[in-house]
């Protein structure tokens, strides 16, 4: 395994995104089906949830939204490259087709206005491109996802979507970086030594 430092980030992002574009599309979709699977097995019991919604090759969430029996949380990204800060809706899962339409970057976004109040979920699942045991993540870069962490109430499930070999010795933390509870891949579900609901 490998540790990422603050300076070489970049590097790293570069590589990871590159390993993920080599995967097959056969692959990527019995890893996606198998990682849905494990995260259920977290959060199923979850009545408030949030969650990014993809674009490959990142680890699939529209699969799961979709079959999600209850309304979740997912961020619209409209306001995103001038206020850096995630704003959210309910979007009702069988609704996902009529209510989203591809925004920023590519990534599906809810049509619906965005809500007035500050969200407080029981579960927060977000994205990473590597992610270490203690619970801290390689993000993509424009810290979306510290900035919606560091929002939310302490008691808030954080998992974190990967790709088994994405998880690293050590991924060393910036200033403003939120930790993870548990990471979820196709093999399973491995909690970190920050969470404190293991």
Known sequence: ???????????????YRDRRSAISDETRKRFDEARRQNL???IGYAQKVAIYLSTPPEPD?????????????????????KTKSPDWVLLDPGRFDELTRPGWQGIPEPTLEPLADEIS???IVVSALAADKDGNRLGTGGGWFDRALSRLPERCLRVCLLYVDE?????????HDNSVDVLVTESGCEWTTVSSRI
Do not use: H, N
């Open 167 to 175: 998880i690293v010795d050590e991924v060393q933390p910036l200033p």
């Open 61 to 81: 969430t529209i699969g799961f939204v979709r079959s999600w029996p209850r309304p979740l949380y997912v961020p619209v990204l409209r306001t995103f490259p």
């Open 1 to 15: 395994m490998s540790k990422i430092c603050a300076a070489k980030r970049a590097e790293a992002r570069a590589l």
């Open 121 to 123: 979920p029981d579960v």
């Open 40 to 42: 259920e097995k977290i």
